[in-house]
C-alpha cells in the first residue's frame, strides 16, 4: 500500500447466513444476508471521515470489519498502523476488573507496552472524569463512565486509526469541548478517524463522505454536499417534509401549535425574485393574534438547519424593545435576514413567545421563567434558498452557537393591528 494511504478497501463484501429463512422484495425465501456487497475505497493518512446512511446500510458492518471484530466474506482490507474503535459500550472491558486495571488491559490488549501505558495513566484517568471510581470495577459504571474511560484511552495510547460508532454524545458539553478539542489536536498529527453519526453537526467538517444505501457504496465524495443532499432527502421522506423554495404564505399550522393565549395567524417569506436566493434580503413575516388583555407577549424568530440543530435566534428584544402592550388582538412582526446570510441548504423556522418579558428581566425564580417561556410553535415553515457561489455567503452551520448566536436583525414591529 502507498505510503501516504492509510486505509485501502478493495471489493469487500459481507454475508451474513440467516437462521431462519425470510422473503425478499420478490417473495422468494433466503438464507442469508448481504451486510456489504462489493465495497472499494481508500482514505489518506490524516483524513476525517464521515459514514452515512439509513439502519441497516451496512455502516457498522463496516466499522467491525476495519476494527478486526469480524472478517470480510470477500474481498481485502489494508491498515496502516494501529486501529482504536469505540464501536459498543464497554467493548474490550472486563467486568470484574476496575477502571485502573482495565486500562492495562486494554492497551496491552492492543500492543502497548506496560512502560507506555504507565507514562499515559495519569492523563487517562483525569481526562476520563472518573478518578473517584478508578478502582472500583467497571461492572458498576454507567454507560457515560464505560464511554468516556473507553474514550479517553483511545485518545491518549498512539494509535494510527479511530473508529466511532454513534457515541460522541457522551458526557456533559464541557467534556464534549474537550473531546472534540482533542480529535482536532491528534488529526493535525496525521492520525485518521472515521465516524458513523445521525447528528449532521458531527459529521460537517469531515474531510471525505462515504455514502452507503442497502451494502452498496453508493457515493464518495469530499463535498459537504453530498451529507446535507443525504440528510434533507432523509428527512423528507421520514418526516413528510415540505421545503419551500419560492414566495410564500402559510395560514395552517401543525395542531402541536395550540396555546390558550396566542394563536399564529399567519408565516410569509417574501423576497423580490422568482425563487428564493441567498444574495438578496429575505423577510419572515409572521401576524399572531393575542387572545387576551392581560400580560404582554414579545415574539423570537429562530433558525435551524434541517437536523434540528440551531443556527441563529433573534428578536426585537436585541434591539432593546421590549413589548408593553398588554390589548388583546391582531400584531405583526417582519424581520429582514441579511443578504448573503445564507445558503444552498433548507432552514427551519419556528417562533416563540415570552410572557411578561420585563417581570421575568427582574425575576431571578426558575418557575416564574420556565411558567412564561413555553409558546413555541415549531418548525412552522421549512425554506431553501438557491446558493450563488460568486457572492460570499455566511455558512451558518459553521458559527453555530447552540442558541447564543442572539442578533438584533432589522425587525419592523407593528404594535396593533385593527381587525376589519
Avoid at 46 to 71: M, P, R
Avoid at 136 to 149: A, D, I, Q, T
Avoid at 227 to 236: D, H, N, P
Wanted: hydrophobic letters at 35%; one cysteine or more.
Amino acid at each position: 500500500m502507498e505510503k501516504h494511504l492509510s486505509i485501502r478497501v478493495e471489493n469487500v463484501s459481507k454475508i451474513f447466513p440467516l437462521r431462519y429463512p425470510r422473503k425478499d422484495e420478490d417473495g422468494r425465501e433466503v438464507f442469508e444476508h448481504t451486510a456489504l456487497e462489493n465495497i472499494s475505497f481508500e482514505i489518506k493518512k490524516g483524513e476525517s471521515v464521515g459514514i452515512i446512511g439509513s439502519n441497516g446500510s451496512g455502516k457498522s458492518t463496516l466499522l467491525q470489519i476495519l476494527a478486526g471484530i469480524t472478517k470480510p466474506t470477500s474481498g481485502s482490507v489494508q491498515i496502516c498502523g494501529k486501529v482504536a474503535s469505540i464501536l459498543d459500550v464497554g467493548t474490550g472491558f472486563h467486568p470484574e476488573l476496575s477502571g485502573r486495571e482495565n486500562i492495562y488491559l486494554n492497551g496491552q490488549v492492543h500492543g502497548f507496552s506496560k512502560k507506555e501505558i504507565e507514562r499515559k495513566i495519569d492523563e487517562i484517568i483525569q481526562f476520563s472524569e472518573v478518578e473517584n471510581f478508578i478502582d472500583e470495577p467497571v461492572k458498576n459504571y454507567s454507560n457515560g463512565m464505560y464511554l468516556r474511560l473507553a474514550f479517553s484511552i483511545m485518545i491518549h495510547l498512539d494509535f494510527d486509526v479511530y473508529l466511532f460508532d454513534e457515541v460522541m454524545n457522551v458526557g456533559d458539553v464541557s467534556f464534549r469541548e474537550k473531546s472534540n478539542q482533542k480529535l482536532k489536536e491528534l488529526q493535525q498529527s496525521n492520525k485518521t478517524f472515521l465516524f458513523v453519526s445521525h447528528q449532521l453537526s458531527e459529521l460537517e467538517d469531515k474531510d471525505l463522505f462515504l455514502h452507503l444505501e442497502k451494502g452498496v457504496l453508493k457515493q464518495q465524495s469530499h463535498q459537504v454536499d453530498v451529507l446535507r443532499a443525504y440528510v434533507e432527502s432523509t428527512l423528507i421522506k421520514n418526516d413528510d417534509i415540505k421545503i419551500y423554495t419560492e414566495n410564500i404564505v402559510l395560514t395552517e399550522f401543525s395542531d402541536k401549535n395550540k396555546y390558550d393565549d396566542v394563536k399564529l395567524i399567519s408565516v410569509s417569506l417574501l423576497q423580490d425574485s422568482e425563487r428564493l436566493v441567498s444574495n438578496k434580503p429575505l423577510q419572515v413575516e409572521f401576524v399572531y393574534e393575542k387572545l387576551y388583555d392581560s400580560g404582554t407577549l414579545d415574539a423570537m424568530l429562530f433558525i435551524q438547519d434541517i437536523a434540528g440543530e440551531p443556527l441563529l435566534v433573534s428578536s426585537p428584544v436585541a434591539d432593546g424593545r421590549v413589548s408593553n402592550y398588554k390589548n388583546k388582538g391582531l400584531y405583526a412582526l417582519k424581520c429582514t435576514i441579511p443578504q448573503s446570510f445564507l445558503i444552498s441548504t433548507p432552514y427551519k423556522v419556528s417562533i416563540q413567545f415570552i410572557r411578561d418579558l420585563n417581570v421575568l428581566l427582574a425575576s431571578s425564580n426558575t418557575e416564574v421563567i420556565n411558567k412564561n417561556v413555553n409558546s413555541i410553535f415549531e418548525d412552522v415553515v421549512v425554506f431553501k434558498p438557491a446558493y450563488l457561489n460568486r457572492y460570499k455567503d455566511i455558512d451558518l452551520s459553521k458559527v453555530n452557537f447552540k442558541y447564543k448566536l442572539f442578533l438584533a436583525l432589522d425587525w419592523e414591529v407593528s404594535n396593533r393591528i385593527e381587525q376589519e
